[in-house]
């Protein structure tokens, strides 16, 4: 069990890394085509306006479709937990109750 939530969670991270990766190009792309179009005038700014447009809609496309994968993850994620909570609830209680000791001695000492 846990080791589908861990893969699952590589599977998201891997994901959001790709994301942000490919966001990062996509902006940096678009902003050097309206920065230089800014320098040009008439037809040939209008066509690198248009692209560095085209560009960053394609750049809200992705973190749309990033969104929703995410999304879906996430519930798999929810899922998976409460199967494992219901499978082993005093498991979970003794995690959640060492948790919270361990976090109330840090907050003690300060």
Do not use: C, H
Not at 16 to 40: C, E, H, N, Y
Not at 58 to 79: C, D, H, N, T
């Amino acid at each position: 069990m846990l080791d589908t939530t861990t893969r699952t969670g590589n599977s998201i991270d891997t994901n959001l890394d790709r994301a942000s990766a490919d966001m990062k190009v996509l902006v940096k792309d678009a902003q050097a085509l309206l920065s230089a179009a800014t320098s040009l005038t008439g037809e040939k700014a209008d066509e690198m306006r248009n692209r560095g447009m085209e560009l960053l809609d394609r750049a809200m496309g992705k973190a749309s479709q990033y969104q929703g994968q995410a999304v879906i993850k996430s519930k798999e994620l929810a899922e998976t937990a409460d199967v494992y909570v219901k499978d082993n609830p005093w498991r979970t209680v003794a995690a959640a109750a060492s948790v919270g000791l361990l976090v109330g001695i840090f907050l003690g000492r300060k």
